[in-house]
């Protein structure tokens, strides 16, 4: 873990809201000059704080109206099929995220399909490219209260 000081925390708050938010305003902010914001965030950068930059887009922009949390059970929890199921899973454009948890269930997916047929392929590409899976079962989202990836810096 890297040591933070309240600057490095204000400034990821700040671009986690907005990534595009110019280095002059982030140092206005923040009270240091654009250069050191920069000389920060390079370093926050090179440490792997900050893995990458990337745009939210909203799926239903994209006609992607169906939204999938699925709980997955895999049949075989021995190392390679668990590894098999993961790199399987990477691929998959259709999962936005994977977590392998602890519990009644192995994996969590998030899905985003165009509609409940997109849905309906995923499964059945899953449970025949996919052997090791013992069982699934979708939370389907009627409604997206919240969505986004910010991490709390406890920055009051």
């Known amino acids: 873990m890297t040591d933070f000081d309240d ?17 002059e305003a982030i140092a206005s902010q923040v009270g240091l000059s654009a250069s050191a ?4 965030m390079s370093r926050l950068k090179r440490d792997g704080v ?16 169906v939204t999938v949390l699925v709980e997955v059970e895999i049949d075989n929890e021995r190392r ?3 590894e098999a199921f993961q ?3 990477v691929e998959v454009p259709e999962v936005q995220s994977c977590w392998y948890v602890t519990g009644d269930t192995d994996y ?11 849905y309906n392929a995923f499964i059945e590409r899953l449970m025949t490219e996919q052997p090791v899976v ?3 079962k979708s939370l389907i989202a009627l409604k997206t209260v919240k969505r986004g990836l910010k991490v709390a810096t406890d920055v009051a």
């Open 7 to 23: 600057l490095d925390l204000r400034i990821l708050d700040l671009v986690q809201e907005d990534a595009e938010m110019p280095g």
């Open 37 to 40: 914001v920069q000389r920060r």
């Open 50 to 65: 900050i893995e990458r930059v990337v745009a939210l887009v909203e799926p239903r922009s994209l006609g992607r109206t």
């Open 80 to 82: 390679h099929a668990l």
């Open 87 to 89: 790199r399987w899973v």
């Open 108 to 118: 969590v997916l998030l899905v985003c399909t165009r509609d409940l047929d997109g």
């Open 134 to 136: 013992r069982k699934y």
